[in-house]
């Protein structure tokens, strides 16, 4: 079992920065992935970010350039940098960890104003 516990979500201008934590717990040494998907009203929950075990990273193409996905082991915690944002990065975001089965988080809000 692998618990998660989002933070970072908030209100920002269009243009600004917010940078989204996942702190990992449980049986983290099994985890093969990690990374966000987020869900705007009336949308599909989408894959924002991920990173493997190995270290590789992938990125949606709407979010390329301007979003950084990255790990910190020693806290099982990844963190999702999230730059230039625009009105339509607003959603709900949820980290999600890989393991024979996916687990969530309980998703944080991200709104951003034009």
């Known amino acids: 079992q692998v618990q998660l516990v989002e933070s970072g979500g908030g209100l920002v201008q269009a243009g600004g920065s917010l940078r989204l934590s996942c702190a990992a717990s449980?049986?983290?040494?099994?985890?093969?992935?990690i990374g966000w998907y987020r869900q705007a009203p009336g949308k599909q929950r989408e894959l924002v970010a991920s990173i493997s075990s190995g270290g590789s990273t992938g990125y949606a193409d709407s979010v390329k350039g301007r979003f950084t996905i990255s790990r910190d082991n020693a806290k099982n915690t990844v963190y999702l940098q999230m730059n230039s944002l625009k009105p339509e990065d607003t959603a709900v975001y949820y980290c999600y960890a890989l393991t024979t089965v996916k687990y969530w988080g309980q998703g944080t809000q991200v709104t951003v104003s034009s």
């Open positions: 449980g049986s983290t040494f099994s985890i093969n992935a």
